[in-house]
Structures are given as C-alpha cells and as structure tokens.
C-alpha cells in the first residue's frame, strides 16, 4: 500500500459557488458536490499514515496534521498551499480529486514522539500534542524555523500523562486569542494510575499547568470514559442562572407552578388524584396524600426556595420515585397507587439541619 | 425545655445476660428488652442538645459526644462511668432508665467551634470535629489535661471546608491504630466553592493533610450529593481481581462463556435466537446475527481478554443497548427483534487503536 493518507480540504467559498452554479445534485434535500465535477473545490494534501487530528493554529496561518502512524507532526503552510493550487503544483490526482505536492505545502516535520494525534495552542508560539502511543503530551515551537535546523530542538518539553492520551484541550485553545494557562489531557485509559479497585478501572482527565517552560501537572479528575473532544473556555464567558426566578419575564410560567402553602391543594376527579405541592426549608405542603388503591396520582412539585443550591428532592422509595428539584423549579411525576399501605415521602437532597424532619405520607387504602 | 438531651449507653454483656434470663420479648423472632425491666443494661448519659456523632478514641477510654446546638463537645471517661454505674452515681432516672450524674462521668467539655457533629482521630493523641454551622474541621487534643486550664488551648488548629461538612473520616480513623495521615471532608453542600454552573451546583468532597501541626488542604472531588459516613482504610487490606480468571477453582462457571471464536455459535430454536458471542482486540464473533422481526434474541458475550482494565463494551443504539463486560466476564442481554433493518453493534469500552474498526451488524428481516 501507500507510505501516505491525505487531508482532503474543501474550499468552502468555491463550494458554495459550485452549488450556486448548480453543479450540485440533491440528495434528501441536501445538495451534493462531486469534487471531480467542480474543479477548485477539493484538494488532497499527503499526510503520514492514520491521520487523525487536523488543527488550525491561532493566526490561522499553520495547519498541523498528525498520522498516528508516524513519529512527527507535519506544519503545512496555508499560504503554500494557496500558491499550490493557484500553480496546479500537483503531484497525483485521485477520483479526479488534485493532490498537491508535499514538498511544496509541507513547512516542517517535526519530531514529536510515538503516535501524535490531536494538537492544541497557548497562543504565544507553542503547540501542545498529544501522544497516543508514548502516552505523552509535547509541547513545541510554531514556525518560523532556522534554516536547516535540526528539528528536534524545536520539541522544547514533553510530560507523561496516564494512559493512551486521544485529545486534549487548551483554554480558549480552538480561538484565536488562547489563553496559554491551562491545558487538560483527555486520557482514554489510566494504566498504572489508580490502585486496585477491580476490574473495572476508573479513567482520569489530568489538568497541566502550561504557563512555564516546563509542563506541570495539578490534578486528576475521574471522567467517564471515554473522553473525546473537548472545548475548555473562560468561565465569564457564561452567565447561567443560578435559581429559576419566581417572576422571569423571559421564561414562560409553568401553569402547575404555585408559591405558598396557601396554594397548595388535592383535587380528585375520579380515580385520579391530583396534587399541587410546594417545598421550603423543612416541610412539603400539603404532607399527606390520601388515595385508594388503583388511582391515578399526579405530583406538581415546586421548589419555592430562590437561594442558590437549595435543591429539594422528593422520593417515596417503595414506589421508585426520586425528583430532584431546583430551585423555583416545578416538577411532574405521576403513578398509580398500587400497593396499599402508608409510604413516607421525604426530602433526598440535603436542604438544611433540619432536611431529615422534610417529610410527609402518602396513604393508599387496600 | 430540658437543656440536655441524652446519650443511650447499652451494656451488651448484661443485655446478653437478661436475654438468656428470659427477660426479652419476641416480636418477629426478635428478643427486645425493655430495660426499666432489666436494671444494668441501659443508662443515660446527659448531653448538649441535638447530638449528633458518639465516637470512642483509639485507646477506648474517650467517648466524645457532641450536641449541635452548643459550641463544644464534650469529652466521657468510660472509667469514670463504669465508677458511676458502680456507684448508682445517677442525677435522675426517665422511663426507668437512670441517668448518670453529668459532672461525674464528663472529663472536659472541649470549645472546638459551632455545630460540632462527628469526631475522628489519628493516633497521636489528636481528634478532629466536623463544624456543620461553622464549615470547618477542628483539631483538639484527648485527654490528659492541667488542672484548671483554658480549654482553648487545647483546640490546636482549624482548617474551613466548604460547605456545611456532616461527617468526615480520617484513614483507619475508626480502629484502634489509626493511619494518621489523611482526613476526608465530607461536605454536605458547597457553597462558595464552585463556579456558577447553573441552579444544580455539584458537591464535593476534600481531602486533608493531618500529618503536620498545621491541617492543609490537598484535594477536591466531587462526590454525589450527599455524602455521608465513610471508612478509608488503607490499600493493601484489599486484594480484589484484576480479571475474572478464564480458570478460577473459586469461581464457579457460566454456562454460557466461551473463549476463543471456534466456540461461537448462534442458534436458532423457533422464534428465539440465541448467540454466544466472544469480544477480544478488536472484533466480535460472530459479527453477523440475523433475525426475523419479532424474535427473541439472546446475546451471551464473553470479554475473553485476561489482560487488566481490557473492557469491551456491546452496544446496539436503536435498541437501547449498552453492556460494558470486564475481562473474563459474561454477561446477557435479551431483546426482542421489534424493529426491521440493519443495525451495527460496536464496542463501546475504549480498548486499543483499533477500537473503532471493533464492531458487527444486526439484520432483522420484515
């Protein structure tokens, strides 16, 4: 087989030209491009072996390709490859797609280790990639290079991580200002990290200081597995809410919401009980729920607490029901009284001192 | 009100005696003793209000109880109680019950800060108090004390946790060697601590350093709320598997694990289809189960590596189907073939390079 795979790049706005010019056919509505029919859309760039991570630095200038099978990274240079296809400097055509001339896009290869995959920026110059195979992540210079330069210099630090490293991400390391402080490795293994909890093994993300010279580690996070692709962005970048208001002009009334004991109510109709209930530091009202066994029983819970992290849970524990609520959040759950006898209902999510007094009774006559 | 309320001592050596005197009731099979019945069994032992944690010191001697509602916790000299029952040293007796006289059997009241709940220690003479009102774990010093000293000597250190900490636990912090290096704080909430990710904030757990004069905080991990009494005991007292052995004399076998893909087979018997199925880097056997819509099938998967943390997962996504099956295990799934069509099964455990390629088909005919 070949000793190289490609990186097909798309040129988006002679795409949408070729689409313009109706060059596309339609596919479930979608319109569909066959590159070999509309020449300047598509190029293949050679690549080593089993690329996988394809990133952009933040000038947008340096294009890093890793193929896992290779030992390097490769720099290509936006700007050759521009003048490539302006020259139809081409060194192969595949499926009538144009591959462009390695040496002519290629900036450098760069040595750094055993299975690179996915590559991330601190935006003062360096790369960070990741890799699978040596279970590492290198740190190492963007362009420019002195001529003739041994490249290994270039690879100015690399820090063991555990284990089988895929992605990783930078603060802000997708945009063009990163913010060159933190760097996570989102490892798909933890060989050798954790001691003996069976066989079952929890895998970790491991959280790098990258603002020195030398890569530090801070922590170790458990994750699911398997990690993948991550963005990591500066948290004043978000402002969530932090309890459902009470009056929020912006978010639509729930109907079954209510906001005092007074509200609070049991409606039968027929053989379905309905119940309207509210939660507060210490007590659900109504706190008794009488049914028959059979019926149809609906729970309209709210939280009315407006302080942050006062949630409030609700569980009758022979029914299997558990809602977590937060606050100012209106609830539904709704099941039929099957078992007869007196069921507690109580409060599951820590509220106060007094949380394990928040409880009530759900009665069901046989 | 009363000002106190109580600590129920048991002696479970009369408690033994007066059950083997006939002095216990049966209810379910289970003797229950009414101790104004059987004098020397039980005792009260007064206490600040709302107690909470009773716990005795490594030695056996110290009993330290605290009462929430008051800014200290109380030091108990068992020695000094054994003398009070003794002595008939009671200061009141209730349901029969004597209470024994506070200022005989209490060795120090110890001002270690607001909310006291539960106490731990390190086997050097230390013991440490979770603050729930004041957030915080207190160090103080056991017994001895000078004569006439100012408690608050003897509170040595404080370190604030975040949020409202219920229980803690310090390493083997429960028997009578105590580990001494590390306390886990057990934080009921966590106020304060996290970035605002929206009205549900997670919970977390911290780790503390107790090998030095001064407490140093060390670790967050967030927990699911909430947590509550724990035992950290040191590593090499467990031994657990890496792997389920393909042979293990101690283990009995599944009928239906198979280990290597010779053993393969799906067979069909009606309208129910039945496979043993093997998983191994990086591919299933067999790969293809072919149904009729409307069958029952069964899937028995072995996970035939030995090697540790080599998880292969087994997933078919219209059928909501998910196992993930440790090294040398089995496991069954059985769905019925309801919808037509081709569906791919594939590994859901990250497990090599190759993982993704790891995968089959499921076929069900109309």
């Known amino acids: 087989q070949k000793d190289k795979d490609y990186i097909l790049m798309v040129d988006w706005r002679e795409a949408e030209k070729a689409v313009k010019a109706g060059k596309a056919k339609r596919y479930s509505g979608i319109p569909v491009i066959d590159p070999a029919k509309a020449p300047g859309v598509a190029f293949f760039m050679p690549l080593a072996k089993s690329p996988h ?175 993948h692709y991550a963005v990591m962005i500066k948290a004043d970048k978000l402002n969530p809410i932090e309890v459902y208001k009470k009056d929020d002009p912006e978010r639509p009334k729930n109907p079954d919401a209510i906001w005092s004991a007074d509200e609070a109510k049991i409606v039968r109709r027929g053989r379905t009980v309905e119940v309207w209930m509210m939660a ?29 992290d006062e949630l409030h849970g609700f569980a009758i524990n022979d029914y299997n029901i558990n809602l977590v609520v937060d606050p100012g959040e209106t609830k539904t759950v709704t099941f039929k009284a099957k078992k007869p006898g007196v069921y507690a209902f109580y409060c599951t999510n820590f509220c106060s001192a007094l949380h394990q007094e928040m409880q009530g009774y759900l009665l069901v006559k046989p």
């Not at 055993?114 to 963007?142: I, N």
């Not at 019926?295 to 009315?304: A, G, Q």
């Open 280 to 308: 507060v530091r210490t007590f659900f009202a109504p706190d008794v729920i009488r049914a028959n066994k059979g019926d149809k029983v609906i729970v309209h819970l709210t939280n009315i607490e407006q302080t942050r």
């Open 53 to 227: 991570g394809v990133d952009v630095s933040p000038s947008g200038r340096w294009i890093i390709g890793s193929g896992k099978l290779s030992p390097t990274t490769t720099v290509f240079d936006i700007e050759k490859v521009k003048k490539a296809i302006r020259e139809k400097d081409y060194e192969d055509t595949i499926d009538g797609i144009p591959v462009l001339t390695y040496t002519s896009v290629r900036e450098a290869e760069i040595p750094v280790g055993l299975g690179p995959l996915h590559t991330q920026f601190d935006g003062r110059g360096y790369a960070y990639t990741s890799l699978f195979v040596e279970s590492a992540v290198a740190k190492w210079k963007l362009p420019p290079y002195d001529e003739g330069a041994d490249m290994n210099q270039y690879v100015v630090d690399k820090i063991p991580v555990a284990y089988n490293i895929g992605h990783l991400v930078t603060a802000e390391g997708d945009s063009r200002e990163p913010d060159g402080n933190y760097l996570v490795a989102l490892n798909k293994l933890s060989k050798g990290r954790h001691l003996n909890v069976g066989p079952s093994i929890p895998e970790s993300a491991q959280l790098i200081d990258i603002t020195g010279d030398k890569m530090k580690l801070l922590y170790d996070a458990f994750t699911e597995p398997e990690p």
